[in-house]
């Protein structure tokens, strides 16, 4: 996103940007610091980040809410997501693993945290409308977090939003979760969960059974995590499927 104007202005970070300056945004994360900037939800007001708050100055200043209001990716892209708190970097993939859901199909996340990932996706579904069924398990144990989580508050980032109608919150341990699956009936699985070697592996072997033939079963941080790394290609090795690399994620199309 950039747009210029005539007057003396600030920057992205609140810096003088000379004579001539450029509001300016480029990947989703600036892009999703600006939408929180625009958002009159006192949800997201209240909480904005430093960045966020210096856009939200920067609009007031020169006047120009009403131009960034007619950008398309408003309307055309996921947004909603943005303001929820947590690390998401793969929206590549979600947007190919949605793409690759037939209708009505199922997509099952194995790792919720606050609900970013998962409200992502189904901003695709809202946008498209596919039917897809989804579903997100966590047992919010915190292991691993710096930040504590819990059910109640992911329940109220996806409602808050209007997305929890499309989507089924499970709390609880991912392997005691597979049984409410009967065996190839998810059309895309996706493991952000537990980073451990154990835990990546024992999910990849107790769910895959659970996938369709022909449908995907993947996860995040192959390319970030030596033990999500080796659990992979310790099963790649077992069961001799192909593994294939999107950005930071991996996935399989099962046989």
């Not at 997501?81 to 947590?86: K, M």
């Not at 199909?105 to 989804?134: D, M, P, Q, W």
């Not at 930040?147 to 329940?155: G, V």
């Amino acid at each position: 996103i950039e747009i210029s104007y005539l007057d003396g202005s600030l920057n992205s970070m609140g810096q003088l940007n000379g004579p001539f300056g450029v509001f300016h945004a480029t990947g989703s994360q600036w892009k999703g610091e600006i939408i929180n900037a625009l958002s009159e939800e006192t949800y997201i007001k209240d909480s904005l980040s430093d960045c966020a708050k210096a856009y939200r100055d920067t609009i007031q200043w020169t006047g120009c809410r009403d131009l960034l209001l007619t950008q398309p990716f408003l309307k055309e892209e996921p947004f909603l997501y943005h303001s929820i708190p947590g690390f998401f970097f793969f929206q590549s993939s979600y947007d190919y693993f949605y793409q690759s859901l037939p209708p009505s199909g199922v997509f099952v996340e194995i790792g919720t945290y606050k609900g970013k990932s998962i409200c992502y996706i189904a901003e695709l579904e809202r946008i498209y409308n596919k039917g897809i069924h989804f579903f997100s398990i966590d047992d919010y144990s915190n292991r691993g977090y710096q930040e504590k989580i819990s059910f109640t508050e992911t329940r109220d980032n996806l409602e808050k939003r209007g997305l929890l109608p499309l989507i089924d919150l499970v709390e609880g341990d991912s392997i005691d979760a597979s049984s409410l699956f009967v065996d190839g009936s998810i059309d895309c699985l996706f493991i952000d969960g537990d980073s451990g070697f154990d835990a990546v592996i024992d999910n990849l072997q107790c769910w895959y059974c659970k996938v369709k033939k022909g449908g995907i079963i993947g996860g995040n941080n192959y390319t970030r995590i030596k033990a999500v790394k080796d659990a992979v290609d310790q099963f790649t090795a077992i069961t001799k499927l192909r593994c294939m690399i999107f950005g930071q994620s991996y996935y399989y199309v099962k046989q």
